[in-house]
């Protein structure tokens, strides 16, 4: 792979997990402790929806993002010709 196809690998690399950082940041923190209050007005499951997204949530959407992160990554791969199959 040449310098300018590196970089640029990096550079779509970088962005992914940029946006999937912030999807974490607003999931756990924004939704979980800042916004708990208006979100304890709304039940899910008998469970307040702040209460939720502080215990079980923001775990969920983290494994999403994992899997979002593996599919992501794969499609760059094949993209880049470095994919391992």
Do not use: C, H
């Amino acid at each position: 792979m040449s310098t300018k196809d590196l970089s640029l690998y990096w550079k779509k690399n970088l962005k992914i997990l940029g946006i999937l950082l912030i999807v974490w940041f607003v999931s756990s923190f924004v939704l979980g402790i800042i916004l708990v209050e208006p979100l304890n007005t709304i039940r899910l499951g008998g469970f307040k929806l702040g209460f939720f997204f502080a215990q079980q949530g923001s775990i969920y959407i983290f494994l999403a993002i994992i899997a979002v992160y593996v599919i992501q990554m794969r499609k760059l791969d094949k993209e880049f010709e470095v994919d391992e199959e």
